[in-house]
């Protein structure tokens, strides 16, 4: 079980991040078509995974938009911004801010945030997520990963981007 914090308070979450080096886990997500992806479905890509609890809070709406930014300039690489809003949330932020160089995947069914270790099982986000980013070469190794330290803060953009060089 891994800890971060909200608004001081610490919160644990049901495990730990996938280690830099390790495989991506085993993962189901929502697109917002409603069909369920995985692995197979992001083999040959490089990821970015921007997990957060809520694309209608101010710092998680940042970090989409932050991410989409540098989404245009990564090749073979997409971004997949991740909570457990439903599909259609995401969507309609996204399309309302014009946000096109992310994709959504909603983590409401699949147990995501199990196998990530991000869930977090106390506080006023109990079931929901905790901010993260994981990022993974095309074969699904793990390259990086961060928890950030509350989730109030916004996470290390750069320290992600990097280590996709």
Do not use: W
């Not at 995974?49 to 694309?55: A, E, G, K, R």
């Not at 209608?56 to 940042?62: L, N, R, V, Y």
């Not at 506080?123 to 095309?138: I, Q, S, T």
Request: charged residues 15%; aromatic residues 8%; negative net charge.
């Amino acid at each position: 079980m891994a800890q971060t914090s909200f608004g001081g308070t610490p919160v644990n979450t049901v495990g730990d991040l996938p280690q830099p080096g390790q495989t991506l886990p085993s993962f189901t997500l929502t697109a917002a078509n409603l069909q369920d992806f995985g692995n197979s479905d992001v083999a040959g890509k490089r990821v970015i995974f921007n997990i957060f609890p809520s694309v209608d809070t101010p710092t998680c709406a940042q970090s989409v938009r932050r991410f989409n930014e540098l989404a245009s300039s990564l090749d073979n690489t997409v971004v997949y911004c991740i909570s457990a809003d439903l599909p259609f949330a995401q969507g309609r932020f996204c399309g309302s801010e014009g946000l096109s160089n992310v994709q959504n995947a909603s983590s409401f069914r699949g147990g995501f945030g199990d196998a990530f270790g991000v869930l977090l099982n106390e506080g006023a986000f109990n079931g929901l997520l905790a901010r993260a980013v994981v990022v993974a070469d095309e074969s699904g190794k793990v390259l990086h990963t961060e928890l950030v330290a509350d989730i109030a803060s916004e996470p290390n953009y750069e320290a992600a981007v990097q280590a996709l060089s």
